[in-house]
């Protein structure tokens, strides 16, 4: 028998000074994506690889050290590891300068988050934010932006997902050990740890400060797991998503206000501040807080602060925007509020919204910045209608919340095979010409038999895959191998001939995963075809405590048990970064059916375009931008009041449509090639119409050219000379909003119904302004054709000129307009306030119509 007690000792290898720079490889998440790097430290030990999890700081402290010493001795290992640090040091240029030149040298964004998804490496993501995050910073990275982000720590992450043989979606933390995760920590002069402290309701958390690079860019994380605090505090940190509202309030805090610590403990100054979703709103207060500190009034610091604040929110639904009872604000911010010199009332108006006592992180995110967007065209139109009410009296379609469309990072998911082939036919100077549509026409000059060739062989490396997990998955439920063998029927990488489907994503309802059964009748004509036949792959996770969601889970186990869909409906457990990257490089086609218009963009589309699979889609998200009619296929949706029930009954019948009489006949008209033409050239317009489009390059260039530039010189004017553009604009607001309600407008001019063409039409109007001056409005007439379902953004605006006044109380307003057009036109007159330092013309969300 062993002795009870039992000892470990860890043996690491020496790194030969020959191969001394891995280790400088294996600490920057430039390997994410560059599958040089990767391959890389695969050859060295393939097994071990694997068993890491592709994590090359892990890899690095575990492998022999005879291998090491061998692989000094292997020339064309020695080549490969001298090309990939060839390629490491051209990148990382210090002297280089960045590709994007519209901001100034004294510039420096701040990107708050809280997770990131770069690699399966580093478990601190659980699904799209993240991996938007991870993409937002790579292209950052690629465009040598002046660049640092600000996420969380987290000790076991998201969780890892079994499914056992009912369905039921089991769920296993695992404790990272941060010193095989490509982080180090922040270090002072003196080589200690760099630590700062946040208040926490009545006590201070000690927060310290680690380091990831990707590429150029540096994220830092913050990490409450110290013997410093205590066991409840040190848990702060340890779960993404998990755990109740406090320790949700306790994590954002730490994020928010933690963050703007740290990087003044950095000495870092950010001219434009990014909340990338609500969760980090906390920042604003941390930042106005400094400003009194030094002397400014709140209303002063709200507006330096704000005008170089922007806030991207990614949630369609109002249910899903944080928020918190005024108790537990109470709790965290009692004596906060108080040393801004605002009263409760004040502070609670930061995060208030119509119709609910709580405080609201959305709210405080908007009323903390002055540049707000949603993530497609119809979530930045979703996002004006939830957040209506912060600008009571201005339609949402003109209200400040514009939108970005999400990008993918294409070095990350764009699969090794294409690069080879886009070097061979394009060039290599491809990587440069990423947002040029006129360039990526010449995707329809490769070889329709080499295109092919190329989408069977990742879908042959996507089989390899599944029929692994599979296997696995059948082994822990006890399967027989006869039952693995009827699973893996059409899961053949020899001869990948077989219609393939994609699911995957978060299990939550809205999606709706299950949409594909609302008709087994149909669906078992469409996949049981013998000549035809149809593979579908599931794969996702849901949330721990989202029921409906796992239930979904369970739905899909349920159909794919029926003897008839056996092998063909397969659920994929464990879906994390690594086989979301299979799926989209490997399916041929993308399926997405959300409840429109819950679906705020959708990355996961994009990354299969780009590899030529084809989108079938809800047109919902970045699809209703994406799809031109000749790349893919859309279902339409349904009114958005329209019966639930009804809705999936109609919109599963386009889906099985679409299917039966479009894609799968398409996919099996080979003729003598042994391939259809057609599909390629359809997967072809999909790759050539969404690459130069929806990657994170342009994502990001817009993101500096639309809300950075504009921030960062707005802040800078603010800030100037004691902040007295930042003191002024508080000022005329206070003086705004204490004189609007009194504004009145009224017409002195008799309406004219019909003129010539070319004919002048004189406009005379009286405003009671209630105390302010003409120069504080603008009265302006909105004049359009009359059509049935026209809109604000089709009018042409045409502005009055101040006249004189009438009646010592009012003032004169005058216009004269020659129409442009001919027929019947419809106009509008009405009043704002307004003044030249606002970020936005409409921000005060304050309006008088005629």
Known sequence: ???????????????????????????????????????LFSRLDPHLWEAVGHNPKAFLKRVDESVLIKATEDRVFLASYNSILSTYDSYHDATAAPINDELDPQDQIAYFCFEFGFHESLPIYSGGLGILAGDHCKAASDLHLPFVAIGLLYRQGYFSQTIDVLGNQQVAYTVSDFDDLPVTPVTREDGSSLQITVPLSQREVTVKVWQAKIGHVTLFLLDADLPENSAEDRYITHNLYGGDKVMRIEQEIILGMGGVRALQALGIKPTIWHINEGHAAFMILERIHALVQQGLDFASALESVAVNTVFTTHTAVPAGHDHFNTDLIQTYFDNFYRSLNITREEFMALGHVAGSPDFNMTALAIHGSRTHNGVSKIHGSVSSNICRDLWPQIEPEENPISYVTNGVHVPTFLAQEWSDLFDRYLGHEWRNKMCDTDYWSGIDAIPDHLFWSVRQSLKSQMFYGIRSRISEQNARNRGSEAHLDRLLKFVDPINPNILTLGFARRFATYKRAALLFENLDWLRKIILDQERPVLFLFAGKAHPADVPGQDLIRRISQIAHFPEFEGRILLVEG???????????????????????????????????????????????????????????????????????????????????????QVVPLYYNYGKLGYSPEWVRMAKLSMMSLLPRYNATRMVDEYVTKFYRPASSKGMLYAANDFTDAKNIATWKTKIKQAWRGVTIRRLDTPCERIHFNEAVNFKVAANLNGLSPEDVVIELLICRQFKTTKLCNFQHFKFESTGTQDSHEHLFELKLIPELCGKQEYFIRAYPYHSLLSHPLEMGLMVWL
Not at 24 to 39: C, K, M, V
């Open 575 to 661: 879906y994390d970064l690594r086989l979301g990257r299979r799926l989209v490089a490997g399916v041929d086609v993308w399926l997405n059916n959300p409840i429109y218009p819950l679906e705020a963009s959708g990355t996961s589309g994009m990354k299969a375009g780009i590899n030529g699979a084809i989108n079938l889609s809800v047109l919902d998200g970045w699809w209703g931008e994406g799809y031109d009619g000749r790349n893919g296929w859309a279902i339409k949706p349904g009114l958005e009041n329209m019966d639930a029930a009804l809705r999936d009954q109609e919109e599963s019948r386009a889906l099985y449509e679409i299917l039966q009489d």
């Open 1 to 39: 028998m062993f002795p009870r007690t039992a000892y470990t000792i860890t043996v690491n290898p020496k790194i030969p000074n020959r191969l001394r720079r891995l280790e400088e490889l294996a600490n920057n998440l430039w390997y994410s994506w560059d599958r040089a790097t990767r391959t």
